[in-house]
């Protein structure tokens, strides 16, 4: 019997160490768990997982779920001029953090340019007010929302996205020396818009490419791209959509891979993106599903990953690929 017993956990102790990181097969790397953090590029550590707020309004709203966010260990909160929530959120804050027994520097906080801000005059000054509205004298990182104007008019402004995008990133890296923001990066990049930037950073690299991404959207060539640029890809709309249905949380793959793994289809969702140290900022409006959202230290097997890489492709929020 006790033969047995060391011959079982000999196996199973094998068996764990044939795991691997998805997409770096042979090399065993530790698994990311929830509490891992990303260096970037300033060797700032920014959490993989972070708390989401898009179309989070109110300040009860945002009181209530941040209690929540923080109780359950989230320590990034993920926002943006566009959201129109960060004055909530920096009230919000003043009142939690000591109630968690947190200071300023114990959470990571994001907010984005407005995306028809993109090569406007006042930048700076909106990057000041964030920075006000969030109730500190700084914030962690600072993002382009979207790489062109949303609806080109070059009427208003005759210059090309290209040059908006160049002009604003030089705005964000004097706002980096002046310490109004501690790192900067992008949203809604695809690989031409990031190797234009990494030819031209003026200084700063970008640390982190937010964009949707989830088993039915992965465009080719863009981890890959971030990987070995040391960029941090973050991932919105984990679960298949953006506002409108989690189209994904349907689906009889991942629903089946939930059930084998006694998960929900959300945490496979997310733990799928995490696995491949993807980062990731769910957004969820119930205290149980915050918490489930960040019990993500578990393992999905390579078949499974792989199966989550085959869906057919499809886009469903902002299309940044006809930007040029
Ligand atoms: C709060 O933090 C301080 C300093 O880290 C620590 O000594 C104290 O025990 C903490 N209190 C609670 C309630 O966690
Ligand atoms: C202005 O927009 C038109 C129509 O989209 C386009 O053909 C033209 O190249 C644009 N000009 C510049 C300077 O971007
Ligand atoms: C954008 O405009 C600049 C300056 O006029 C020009 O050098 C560049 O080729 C243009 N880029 C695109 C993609 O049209």
Redesign the pocket.
């Known amino acids: 019997m006790f033969r047995l017993t060391v011959l079982l956990y000999f196996l199973v102790y094998v068996y764990l160490g044939t795991l691997t990181t998805f997409g770096v097969a042979g090399n065993k790397e530790k698994l990311v768990t929830v509490k891992d953090k990303f260096k970037l590029p300033s060797d700032d550590l920014m959490p993989f997982v972070g708390f989401g707020t898009y179309k989070v309004k109110g300040d009860d709203l945002i009181f209530k779920l941040l209690d929540y966010a923080l109780a359950a260990g989230y320590r990034l909160i993920d926002t943006a001029q566009y959201y129109e929530n960060e004055e909530s959120i920096g009230q919000a804050l003043k009142v939690l953090l000591p109630k968690y027994n947190l200071t300023r520097k114990d959470i990571f906080i994001t907010t984005k340019l407005l995306s028809t801000k993109l090569g406007e005059a006042d930048v700076y000054q909106s990057i000041e007010k964030s920075v006000k509205n969030l109730g500190y004298d700084y914030v962690d990182l600072f993002l382009i929302h979207f790489p062109g104007l949303p609806s080109r008019d070059n009427t208003t402004n005759p ?2 996205d ?2 908006l995008r160049d002009e604003t990133w030089q705005v964000m890296v004097r706002a980096v020396k002046d310490g109004l923001v501690r790192n900067i990066g992008v949203s809604n990049y695809l690989v031409h818009h990031l190797k234009e930037l990494l030819e031209n950073d003026h200084g700063i690299k970008p640390g982190v490419n937010q964009l949707e991404w989830h088993p039915g959207y992965h465009p080719a060539g863009l981890l890959e791209l971030c990987k070995q640029e040391g960029i941090l890809l973050q991932a919105y709309g984990s679960l298949g959509g953006t506002g409108r249905a989690n189209v994904l949380l349907k689906r009889p793959e991942v629903v089946k891979i939930a059930e084998k793994l006694k998960k929900t289809p959300a945490q496979i969702l997310l733990r799928w993106a995490l696995q491949q140290k993807i980062g990731i900022i769910p957004k969820a409006s119930s205290e149980d599903r915050i918490k489930q959202n960040m019990d993500l230290d578990f393992i999905i097997p390579e078949e499974d990953m792989r199966a989550l890489l085959s869906f057919e492709q499809k886009h469903n929020s902002w299309n940044s690929g006809n930007i ?1």
């Open positions: 210059k090309n290209s040059v040029q």
